[in-house]
């Protein structure tokens, strides 16, 4: 019998081969997106593709583990080192758009950086890849000068929502902005008119920055024929947002050229290491798990002072994520790593406080943990914001919060069992849906064999007059013009009509 299942097999995998990618990951050089893209890589090498990521050798760890090739890019810096990124937050007091104005900066250095790299460019070159998965950050969009350059196409992955950007019709006024406020059901017109302000602010009056001047493609790319970063980023095959559209955010226009997936880093929880278990497995009355993400491992010792103190007073224990050398409570583990996805599969743990990351909200929906946000910077006042608006929890300030207010919060999202019942009752409708794996296979698999022009509208090639139907609305409203002038002209003929003319009177006879 095996004799007979040998050609089968051998057939199988040339066959497999034969529809295999070579596939480059590029994301931005911070923990939690090489680690997202290092995800993505894993589910394309399980389908049989050959994939490298690009990685400087500090953020290579995370692609590593998951036994994905790494192509070194150096010594590039993170986006935003962790240190920067807490005084940035917590002690700069500039204005928020000079904040930008410096990470922009910044991000243009770190493209810079790689593209005058001649050797890594040859490099990538030789590779002769058949697709590029491109992290569509605002910071780093001056990289997608790489795939123009190497004449690769490209797709878009990004937890950025921005259906503006790839001409999406969503109105402003309908769909919640990252970089705005939430719209959920019943928002009101301050909302609306707050969103729609933001939109504008990001899609029109700031991208010209840095990252997105056009002498960046004529410096790098000569030999290609002059573009914008418009029209870079317009042409990328396909957009997968990584945002869950059913639970945690809210339901959203799609389109075959815009995709969404969530939820590639969740998992059912593994045992955890011995001196995590005996911690947690002690927490009878209820363990509760504190990350900030990769941004920050080292609190302000002020916000961490009050922190530790609200956490002494509380019957649970806790589990911090903290990376500095500071006394805690009884109570209180510090570790300057965490499982993160295994703690809160973990059968004591009732609040996750957290940053509000977007791949932290994910493993708390998918554990059905409420979640406790204390947000620093970026797009996690929104996604704060949406927790709440869920019901799934409570938010608070990182900056500016009281002892009291964190343990009135602490308690109150414990105590009350809204915030438990309705993120169960979520994350059971999250479990119900697809697996993203297999939506990022197909529509991967779908790109390399077909490209992607054939999924994308054909408004996207439309002006925005047009878009907006303004053409349209200018004839509606001289047709109504004219009407209103016929029925006005109309009017007055028959009020002439039907008005008696005056009578001669006779003449006087002389």
């Known amino acids: ?90 002690e700069n007091t500039s204005f928020p758009i000079m904040q930008l104005v410096r990470i922009a900066r910044l991000g243009r250095e770190i493209c810079e950086d790689v593209l005058s790299n001649e050797q890594l460019m040859k490099d990538l070159m030789d590779e002769d890849f058949d697709l590029i998965l491109i992290d569509g950050l605002d910071p780093l969009r001056c990289m997608y000068v790489v795939p123009y350059r190497l004449g690769v196409k490209y797709i878009t992955l990004t937890a950025r929502h921005d259906p503006w950007s790839a001409k999406i019709p969503a109105l402003p006024s309908l769909e919640g902005s990252q970089g705005g406020v939430v719209l959920g059901r019943g928002s009101s017109f301050v909302q609306r008119l707050k969103n729609t302000f933001m939109v504008l602010m990001t899609s029109i009056i700031l991208p010209p920055s840095p990252v997105t001047d056009p002498d960046l493609i004529t410096k790098y790319a000569p030999e290609r024929p002059q573009t914008t970063f418009s029209q870079l980023f317009h042409d990328s095959e396909m957009w997968i947002i990584n945002m869950e559209t059913v639970c945690l955010d809210y339901p959203r226009l799609h389109a075959f050229h815009y995709q969404f997936i969530s939820c590639l880093n969740c998992e059912p929880a593994k045992p955890l290491e011995r001196k995590f278990a005996d911690f947690a497995d002690r927490a009878t009355q209820g363990l509760i798990v504190v990350s900030f993400g990769s ?16 956490f002494s007073s509380l019957p649970q224990k806790v589990i911090m994520r903290y990376n500095g050398d500071i006394t805690a409570p009884s109570n209180v583990m510090l570790s300057s790593w965490l499982p993160q996805n295994d703690l809160l599969g973990h059968k004591n743990t009732r609040l996750f406080i957290t940053h509000a990351g977007n791949n932290g909200q994910q493993e708390a929906l998918y554990h059905a ?41 602490i308690q109150e999202i414990i105590s009350n069992p809204k915030y438990t019942n309705q993120i169960k009752q979520c994350s059971r409708i999250f479990h119900s849906m697809p697996k993203s794996q297999g939506t990022l296979l197909f529509w991967v698999n779908h790109i390399l064999e077909f490209g992607g022009s054939h999924l994308k509208p054909t408004y996207m090639d439309m002006p925005l007059w047009r878009v907006l139907m303004l053409d349209i609305i200018a004839v509606l409203l001289l047709v109504a013009f004219v009407l209103s002038m016929c029925v006005c002209l109309s009017c007055k003929r028959l009020r002439m009509w039907c008005s008696p003319s005056p009578k001669k009177g006779k003449q006087k006879k002389h």
């Open 1 to 90: 019998m095996s004799s007979n299942m040998s050609p089968l097999i051998f057939l199988f995998l040339l066959a497999s081969s034969a529809d295999a990618g070579k596939i480059l990951l590029m994301p931005v050089n911070h923990g939690s997106h090489v680690n997202f893209f290092s995800l993505v890589g894993d589910v394309l090498q399980n389908d049989g593709h050959d994939v490298k990521i690009l990685a400087s050798a500090a953020q290579a760890k995370h692609a590593t583990k998951h036994g994905i090739s790494v192509i070194s890019a150096g010594n590039v810096p993170k986006l935003l080192e962790s240190q920067e990124a807490t005084n940035m937050v917590f």
């Open 369 to 409: 943990v409420p979640m406790l946000s204390m947000t620093v910077f970026g797009d996690q006042q929104y996604n704060a914001e949406r927790a709440s608006d869920h019901g799934y929890g409570l938010t608070l300030n990182a900056k500016d919060f009281s002892e009291e207010e964190l343990l009135w919060a």
């Open 295 to 310: 941004g920050i491992d080292r609190l302000p010792r002020l916000v961490i002072d009050k922190m530790l103190e609200a």
